[in-house]
């Protein structure tokens, strides 16, 4: 038995090994500085804009939850109950062609998450999920202060991850923007 154990440890070790430097290539696409500070003055306003244009009565609090999934747990629970993505069903994201009653009536369109948190092992599971959701991560570092950032556009006090439900709003145009990025690019000065 003890060679069947020691046969699949370095399996393990090597999807490991794997996942982990996919994950360190996407974190090195993260905004941070000025990029960091332009995009969540953007996503802010168009925040703004989409509770004003809204009208609704609703609490603060509860808008907020209606639009966004926040906090690693809630980011989570949503992107399980998201069916996995197929290849068809990836090139249609937006607009599938058939509907499964089943499935969550909440989708993601993109999480947002501070790759500066600590412990790592908080977020260390959301690439996998999100990219088997075909969800895209938009990761964001700021000085260990990550968090705080993401927390200020939500309105308390740190967000480990946030994630955009797809709603139809002006905040999911800006947020479109940015995945297919048309906006916030890296100057070459940069």
Same mark, same amino acid.
């Given at each position: 038995?003890?060679?069947?154990?020691?046969?699949?440890?370095?399996?393990?070790?090597?999807?490991?090994?794997?996942?982990?430097?996919?994950? #360190? +290539?996407?974190? @090195?696409?993260?905004?941070?500085?000025?990029? $960091?500070? /332009? =995009?969540?003055? *953007?996503?802010?306003?168009?925040?703004?804009?989409?509770?004003?244009?809204?009208?609704?009565?609703?609490?603060?609090?509860?808008?907020?939850?209606?639009?966004?999934?926040?906090?690693?747990?809630?980011?989570?629970?949503?992107?399980?109950?998201?069916?996995?993505?197929?290849?068809?069903?990836?090139?249609?994201?937006?607009?599938?062609?058939?509907?499964?009653?089943?499935?969550?009536?909440?989708?993601?369109?993109?999480?947002?998450? #501070? +790759?500066?948190? @600590?412990?790592?092992?908080?977020?260390?599971? $959301?690439? /996998? =999920?999100?990219? *088997?959701?075909?969800?895209?991560?938009?990761?964001?570092?700021?000085?260990?202060?990550?968090?705080?950032?993401?927390?200020?556009?939500?309105?308390?006090?740190?967000?480990?991850?946030?994630?955009?439900?797809?709603?139809?709003?002006?905040?999911?145009?800006?947020?479109?923007?940015?995945?297919?990025?048309?906006?916030?690019?890296?100057?070459?000065?940069?």
């Amino acid at each position: 038995m003890a060679s069947r154990s020691s046969a699949k440890t370095p399996k393990k070790d090597g999807n490991k090994n794997n996942s982990n430097s996919s994950i #360190a +290539s996407q974190e @090195n696409n993260c905004y941070e500085g000025e990029r $960091l500070t /332009s =995009l969540l003055q *953007s996503i802010h306003r168009e925040i703004q804009s989409t509770r004003l244009l809204d009208g609704s009565s609703l609490p603060e609090k509860i808008w907020f939850k209606q639009q966004f999934s926040i906090g690693v747990n809630d980011v989570t629970r949503v992107l399980e109950r998201m069916n996995p993505c197929t290849e068809l069903e990836r090139s249609a994201e937006l607009f599938p062609l058939r509907r499964n009653h089943k499935a969550s009536s909440v989708k993601l369109q993109a999480v947002l998450v #501070a +790759s500066d948190c @600590n412990p790592r092992w908080l977020t260390k599971h $959301l690439p /996998s =999920l999100a990219s *088997s959701r075909s969800v895209p991560l938009i990761f964001v570092r700021d000085n260990k202060q990550g968090s705080l950032r993401l927390g200020e556009l939500v309105q308390l006090k740190t967000a480990i991850a946030i994630g955009i439900k797809v709603k139809g709003s002006t905040i999911n145009k800006i947020v479109q923007e940015i995945i297919q990025g048309e906006r916030f690019e890296l100057s070459p000065g940069q």
